[in-house]
Nanobody, 116 residues
């Protein structure tokens, strides 16, 4: 297991940007996959972006071209750069880590609100 702490959420106007960070309590170098999910009120949690140990990256169609996931193994941190934010991006964003045994850990979440 690993402890994950998200930060960087907040209130931003439509068209604005935010960068979320997910700091892990130990090395993420060997993790099979790191991902960002989000959950809006009344909706199910959905995958936003994921990055595998192979460096393969996937995005949800709704964020392609606007969001970028990256990892800094030296800092044990995963980032989600979010540009051109829309009101429909409003949600609690969660970091997820999956190890080589496919065991999953979650952060506590960070609120992102896009509103004028």
């Amino acid at each position: 297991q690993v402890q994950l702490v998200e930060s960087g959420g907040g209130l931003v106007q439509p068209g604005g940007s935010l960068r979320l960070s997910c700091a892990a309590s130990r090395s993420i170098f060997t993790f099979y996959r790191m991902g960002w999910y989000r959950q809006a009120p009344g909706k199910e949690r959905e995958l936003v972006a994921q990055i595998f140990s192979s460096a393969t990256i996937n995005y949800a169609d709704s964020v392609k071209g606007r969001f970028t996931i990256s990892r800094d193994n030296a800092k044990n941190t995963v980032y989600l750069q979010m540009n051109s934010l829309k009101p429909e991006d409003t949600a609690v964003y969660y970091c997820n880590a999956m190890d080589i045994n496919r065991l999953s850990s979650w952060g506590q979440g960070t609120q992102v609100t896009v509103s004028s």
